[in-house]
């Protein structure tokens, strides 16, 4: 029986998403909206990707794939949807925020590390079977959170903080999932 979708596909998906973290906060950092503009763009591209994978695993069901790799990979695509849609709403935000900053000065060094750590728990779940099993929620985000802790203002800074928070945590899941989904042997 076909595989249900390709599993390079599924870690392709995961590496373009942590790169489009990484532009949208280069975008944060440098108050860049021309980049945030390349950023929302580029994730209609990300939508199709992820829509393709999606009829890719309709036509599995239909098949009466193995319901395990079938449920880690849908769960892995509501995933990669997700952090998707949290990478639009920061380019979004630098948008909305143009032609000033969306962050104050202050705080753009701590974006830049959430930006910084979101992107690589997002790596290491696109990493192989080996590397995924190391990802750990409370060891891998406890600077995520001392740096949230510090940025406890209200308004677009709190919600901007919020998506990287969300990002990461979708990430580790991901992870999780793509040990499900994608067999060891067959990870990129």
Known sequence: MRNLVDPAD???????????????TVAVEEADVALAD???????????????????????????????PVLATIHALTELERMSGLVLHVARAVQ????????PRESTPD???????????????????RVRSLISVEDDLADLRRILARLQE???????????????????????????????????
């Open 111 to 129: 974006f830049v590390e959430l930006g910084r750590i979101a992107v690589w728990l997002a790596e290491l779940a696109a990493g192989n079977g």
């Open 38 to 68: 390349d950023v929302v763009a580029g994730s209609v591209r990300l939508d199709r990707s992820r829509g393709d994978l999606a009829r890719q695993l309709s036509t599995a069901l239909v098949a009466r794939a193995p319901a395990v």
């Open 10 to 24: 599924l870690v392709r998906l995961t590496q373009l998403t942590a790169a489009a973290m990484e532009r949208a």
């Open 154 to 188: 209200h308004g677009e800074i709190a919600v901007l903080s919020r998506c990287y928070e969300r990002f990461a945590g979708h990430a580790v899941r991901l992870g999780r999932l793509l040990d499900s989904a994608v067999p060891r042997n067959q990870a990129a």
């Open 96 to 103: 909305r925020a143009y032609p000033q900053p969306v962050v």
